[in-house]
Protein backbone atom coordinates (compact mmCIF):
# COMPACT_ATOMS: atom_id res chain seq x y z
CA UNK A 1 0.00 0.00 0.00
CA UNK A 2 1.11 3.76 -0.63
CA UNK A 3 1.02 5.81 2.48
CA UNK A 4 0.65 9.69 1.75
CA UNK A 5 3.85 11.85 3.01
CA UNK A 6 3.01 15.41 3.55
CA UNK A 7 0.48 15.36 0.40
CA UNK A 8 -2.94 16.29 0.39
CA UNK A 9 -6.29 14.21 -0.63
CA UNK A 10 -7.26 13.76 -3.93
CA UNK A 11 -10.74 15.33 -3.59
CA UNK A 12 -9.67 19.01 -3.66
CA UNK A 13 -8.46 21.31 -5.26
CA UNK A 14 -4.67 22.96 -4.83
CA UNK A 15 -3.29 25.58 -6.29
CA UNK A 16 0.56 24.78 -7.83
CA UNK A 17 2.76 27.44 -7.17
CA UNK A 18 5.41 26.04 -9.67
CA UNK A 19 2.58 25.55 -12.66
CA UNK A 20 0.70 28.13 -14.49
CA UNK A 21 -2.94 27.31 -12.85
CA UNK A 22 -4.18 25.76 -10.02
CA UNK A 23 -4.46 22.02 -11.10
CA UNK A 24 -6.38 18.87 -9.47
CA UNK A 25 -2.94 17.23 -7.25
CA UNK A 26 -1.71 14.48 -8.87
CA UNK A 27 -0.99 11.41 -6.81
CA UNK A 28 2.42 10.30 -7.58
CA UNK A 29 4.27 7.02 -6.04
CA UNK A 30 7.76 8.07 -5.26
CA UNK A 31 10.20 5.21 -6.60
CA UNK A 32 13.42 6.18 -4.09
CA UNK A 33 15.83 3.48 -5.56
CA UNK A 34 17.63 1.10 -3.36
CA UNK A 35 21.22 2.99 -3.70
CA UNK A 36 19.37 6.35 -2.54
CA UNK A 37 17.70 5.20 0.04
CA UNK A 38 21.20 3.21 1.02
CA UNK A 39 23.77 5.90 -0.39
CA UNK A 40 22.72 9.48 -0.21
CA UNK A 41 18.89 9.51 0.93
CA UNK A 42 18.72 13.20 0.57
CA UNK A 43 18.51 12.99 -2.91
CA UNK A 44 15.11 11.48 -2.19
CA UNK A 45 14.19 14.01 0.08
CA UNK A 46 14.98 16.79 -2.82
CA UNK A 47 13.16 14.51 -5.33
CA UNK A 48 9.80 14.77 -2.52
CA UNK A 49 10.21 18.31 -2.08
CA UNK A 50 10.26 18.93 -5.72
CA UNK A 51 7.33 17.27 -6.60
CA UNK A 52 4.96 18.54 -3.65
CA UNK A 53 6.43 22.11 -5.00
CA UNK A 54 4.61 20.70 -8.27
CA UNK A 55 1.73 20.53 -6.24
CA UNK A 56 1.59 16.88 -6.14
CA UNK A 57 0.43 14.60 -3.68
CA UNK A 58 3.57 12.09 -2.98
CA UNK A 59 3.01 8.63 -1.37
CA UNK A 60 6.30 6.58 -0.78
CA UNK A 61 5.51 2.82 -0.25
CA UNK A 62 7.63 1.93 2.86
CA UNK A 63 8.75 -1.33 2.02
CA UNK A 64 9.91 -0.62 -1.53
CA UNK A 65 13.37 -2.23 -1.96
CA UNK A 66 14.98 -2.76 -5.51
CA UNK A 67 13.44 -2.86 -9.10
CA UNK A 68 15.67 -5.68 -10.03
CA UNK A 69 18.20 -3.95 -12.27
CA UNK A 70 21.34 -5.50 -11.04
CA UNK A 71 19.84 -9.26 -11.88
CA UNK A 72 18.69 -8.29 -14.71
CA UNK A 73 21.84 -6.68 -15.72
CA UNK A 74 23.59 -10.12 -14.78
CA UNK A 75 21.47 -12.25 -16.11
CA UNK A 76 19.64 -13.78 -12.94
CA UNK A 77 15.99 -12.90 -14.28
CA UNK A 78 14.64 -15.16 -11.12
CA UNK A 79 15.88 -12.30 -9.15
CA UNK A 80 14.88 -9.64 -10.99
CA UNK A 81 11.42 -11.10 -11.55
CA UNK A 82 10.59 -11.55 -7.85
CA UNK A 83 12.21 -8.03 -7.01
CA UNK A 84 9.88 -6.54 -10.07
CA UNK A 85 6.76 -8.30 -9.20
CA UNK A 86 6.90 -6.88 -5.53
CA UNK A 87 7.46 -2.97 -6.79
CA UNK A 88 4.22 -3.78 -9.12
CA UNK A 89 2.18 -4.56 -6.06
CA UNK A 90 3.77 -1.98 -4.01
CA UNK A 91 2.90 0.59 -6.71
CA UNK A 92 -0.17 -0.70 -8.21
CA UNK A 93 -2.63 2.34 -6.62
CA UNK A 94 -0.04 4.98 -7.93
CA UNK A 95 -1.35 6.98 -10.94
CA UNK A 96 1.94 8.00 -11.58
CA UNK A 97 5.33 6.39 -10.57
CA UNK A 98 8.18 8.54 -10.59
CA UNK A 99 12.08 8.30 -9.63
CA UNK A 100 15.16 10.07 -9.38
CA UNK A 101 17.11 7.87 -11.63
CA UNK A 102 16.79 7.39 -15.25
CA UNK A 103 18.46 3.20 -15.29
CA UNK A 104 15.60 2.59 -12.16
CA UNK A 105 12.81 4.33 -14.12
CA UNK A 106 14.32 2.94 -17.50
CA UNK A 107 14.47 -0.58 -16.10
CA UNK A 108 10.62 -0.30 -15.24
CA UNK A 109 9.51 1.05 -18.11
CA UNK A 110 11.91 -0.68 -21.04
CA UNK A 111 12.57 -3.80 -19.09
CA UNK A 112 9.41 -5.09 -16.92
CA UNK A 113 7.27 -6.19 -19.56
CA UNK A 114 10.21 -8.04 -21.42
CA UNK A 115 11.15 -9.75 -18.12
CA UNK A 116 7.07 -10.93 -18.01
CA UNK A 117 6.72 -11.70 -21.42
CA UNK A 118 5.96 -15.62 -20.68
CA UNK A 119 3.61 -14.80 -18.37
CA UNK A 120 0.32 -12.29 -19.86
CA UNK A 121 -0.78 -11.49 -16.66
CA UNK A 122 1.86 -10.02 -14.93
CA UNK A 123 3.05 -8.96 -18.51
CA UNK A 124 0.06 -6.80 -18.66
CA UNK A 125 0.34 -5.48 -15.11
CA UNK A 126 4.15 -4.67 -15.81
CA UNK A 127 2.76 -2.52 -19.29
CA UNK A 128 0.32 -0.57 -16.71
CA UNK A 129 3.11 0.48 -14.35
CA UNK A 130 5.31 1.60 -17.27
CA UNK A 131 2.89 3.48 -18.92
CA UNK A 132 3.21 5.59 -15.38
CA UNK A 133 6.53 5.81 -14.85
CA UNK A 134 8.61 8.23 -14.92
CA UNK A 135 12.43 10.00 -14.59
CA UNK A 136 11.75 13.02 -12.18
CA UNK A 137 12.82 15.48 -14.56
CA UNK A 138 10.95 13.68 -17.63
CA UNK A 139 8.10 13.86 -15.53
CA UNK A 140 8.86 17.90 -13.91
CA UNK A 141 8.85 19.47 -17.26
CA UNK A 142 6.17 17.44 -19.20
CA UNK A 143 3.61 16.12 -17.16
CA UNK A 144 3.49 18.35 -14.26
CA UNK A 145 4.95 21.36 -16.48
CA UNK A 146 6.50 23.44 -14.11
CA UNK A 147 7.92 27.02 -14.94
CA UNK A 148 9.90 27.69 -11.96
CA UNK A 149 12.31 25.80 -9.55
CA UNK A 150 12.47 26.05 -5.89
CA UNK A 151 16.57 26.24 -5.31
CA UNK A 152 19.09 28.56 -6.24
CA UNK A 153 23.00 27.77 -7.44
CA UNK A 154 25.52 30.96 -7.82
CA UNK A 155 27.84 29.34 -9.69
CA UNK A 156 28.74 27.17 -13.28
CA UNK A 157 27.63 23.57 -13.81
CA UNK A 158 28.39 21.06 -16.44
CA UNK A 159 25.62 18.49 -16.97
CA UNK A 160 26.58 14.92 -17.97
CA UNK A 161 23.64 12.38 -19.32
CA UNK A 162 23.50 8.99 -17.66
CA UNK A 163 23.19 6.16 -20.21
CA UNK A 164 19.93 5.01 -19.09
CA UNK A 165 17.95 8.00 -19.09
CA UNK A 166 19.48 9.28 -22.27
CA UNK A 167 19.25 6.13 -24.52
CA UNK A 168 16.35 4.38 -22.74
CA UNK A 169 14.02 7.35 -21.87
CA UNK A 170 15.15 10.42 -23.92
CA UNK A 171 15.90 12.36 -21.06
CA UNK A 172 18.26 14.99 -22.73
CA UNK A 173 16.38 18.65 -22.91
CA UNK A 174 14.65 17.61 -19.81
CA UNK A 175 17.10 18.32 -17.02
CA UNK A 176 18.55 21.13 -19.07
CA UNK A 177 15.43 23.54 -19.18
CA UNK A 178 14.87 22.84 -15.76
CA UNK A 179 18.26 24.21 -14.70
CA UNK A 180 17.32 26.84 -17.07
CA UNK A 181 14.99 28.17 -14.37
CA UNK A 182 17.49 27.92 -11.35
CA UNK A 183 18.21 31.25 -10.23
CA UNK A 184 22.33 32.18 -10.33
CA UNK A 185 23.17 28.98 -12.43
CA UNK A 186 25.20 29.12 -15.40
CA UNK A 187 25.11 25.86 -18.12
CA UNK A 188 28.48 25.29 -19.57
CA UNK A 189 28.53 21.73 -21.73
CA UNK A 190 31.62 19.48 -21.58
CA UNK A 191 32.45 17.49 -24.35
CA UNK A 192 31.40 13.95 -24.78
CA UNK A 193 28.50 15.23 -22.35
CA UNK A 194 26.34 11.87 -23.85
CA UNK A 195 29.77 10.02 -23.36
CA UNK A 196 28.72 6.87 -21.06
CA UNK A 197 31.15 7.29 -17.71
CA UNK A 198 32.86 3.76 -17.38
CA UNK A 199 29.66 2.64 -14.12
CA UNK A 200 27.15 0.82 -16.05
CA UNK A 201 26.34 -1.54 -13.19
CA UNK A 202 28.78 -4.81 -13.70
CA UNK A 203 30.30 -3.66 -16.42
CA UNK A 204 32.69 -1.26 -13.62
CA UNK A 205 33.57 -4.40 -12.09
CA UNK A 206 33.99 -6.64 -14.72
CA UNK A 207 35.71 -4.20 -16.85
CA UNK A 208 37.33 -2.57 -14.19
CA UNK A 209 40.67 -1.26 -16.55
CA UNK A 210 38.08 0.11 -19.42
CA UNK A 211 35.93 1.81 -16.96
CA UNK A 212 38.54 3.49 -15.02
CA UNK A 213 40.10 4.90 -18.79
CA UNK A 214 35.85 5.67 -19.42
CA UNK A 215 35.66 7.76 -16.07
CA UNK A 216 39.31 9.41 -16.62
CA UNK A 217 37.81 10.70 -19.93
CA UNK A 218 34.61 11.88 -18.37
CA UNK A 219 36.89 13.91 -15.59
CA UNK A 220 38.61 15.25 -17.72
CA UNK A 221 35.55 16.85 -19.87
CA UNK A 222 34.67 17.83 -16.33
CA UNK A 223 37.48 19.75 -15.54
CA UNK A 224 37.89 21.15 -18.99
CA UNK A 225 34.44 22.88 -18.72
CA UNK A 226 35.58 24.80 -16.06
CA UNK A 227 32.38 24.30 -14.10
CA UNK A 228 32.11 24.25 -10.33
CA UNK A 229 30.36 21.35 -10.28
CA UNK A 230 28.72 18.38 -12.54
CA UNK A 231 25.34 17.53 -12.68
CA UNK A 232 23.18 13.93 -13.43
CA UNK A 233 20.22 11.68 -12.87
CA UNK A 234 21.59 8.63 -11.22
CA UNK A 235 23.51 8.04 -8.61
CA UNK A 236 25.08 4.68 -9.55
CA UNK A 237 27.14 7.43 -11.76
CA UNK A 238 27.90 10.41 -9.45
CA UNK A 239 29.54 7.59 -6.73
CA UNK A 240 31.98 6.43 -9.89
CA UNK A 241 32.08 10.17 -11.41
CA UNK A 242 32.93 11.83 -7.87
CA UNK A 243 35.08 8.64 -6.84
CA UNK A 244 37.34 9.18 -9.61
CA UNK A 245 37.03 12.68 -9.53
CA UNK A 246 38.49 12.15 -6.24
CA UNK A 247 41.35 10.33 -6.93
CA UNK A 248 42.20 12.40 -8.97
CA UNK A 249 42.54 15.25 -6.77
CA UNK A 250 39.94 17.17 -8.42
CA UNK A 251 37.45 18.89 -6.10
CA UNK A 252 35.14 19.50 -8.63
CA UNK A 253 31.32 19.10 -6.83
CA UNK A 254 29.15 15.84 -7.97
CA UNK A 255 25.38 16.97 -7.47
CA UNK A 256 22.08 15.11 -8.16
CA UNK A 257 19.65 17.31 -10.34
CA UNK A 258 17.09 16.79 -7.74
CA UNK A 259 19.26 18.15 -5.07
CA UNK A 260 20.02 21.41 -7.27
CA UNK A 261 16.72 22.05 -8.20
CA UNK A 262 15.41 21.87 -4.87
CA UNK A 263 18.25 23.84 -3.37
CA UNK A 264 19.04 20.96 -1.41
CA UNK A 265 22.80 20.86 -1.89
CA UNK A 266 24.00 21.10 1.55
CA UNK A 267 25.12 24.49 0.98
CA UNK A 268 24.97 27.68 2.92
CA UNK A 269 24.22 31.45 1.85
CA UNK A 270 23.90 31.99 -2.18
CA UNK A 271 25.03 28.91 -3.04
CA UNK A 272 21.44 27.26 -2.25
CA UNK A 273 18.32 27.46 -1.68
CA UNK A 274 16.32 27.12 1.68
CA UNK A 275 17.78 23.67 2.32
CA UNK A 276 16.30 20.51 4.62
Known sequence: M???????????????????????????????????????????????????????????????????????????RESAKALSEKLIAEFADCPWVVAPSGSCAGMVRTHYPELFRDDPLMREKARALAGRTWELT???????????????????????????GLRELGVKAQPRRLLAMLPGAKLQEMTGCETCCGFGGTFAVKFSEISTLMADQKCENIAASGADAVVLGDLGCMLNIEGRLRKRGDATRVLHIAEVLAGDTGDTGEASGAGR
Open 2 to 76: CADVHGTGDATLAANPLSAQPIHPMRVGLLVTCLVDMMRPNIGFAALDLLESAGCSVVVPEGQTCCGQPGWNSGD
Open 138 to 164: DFLANVAKVHAVPGRFSGTLTYHDTCS
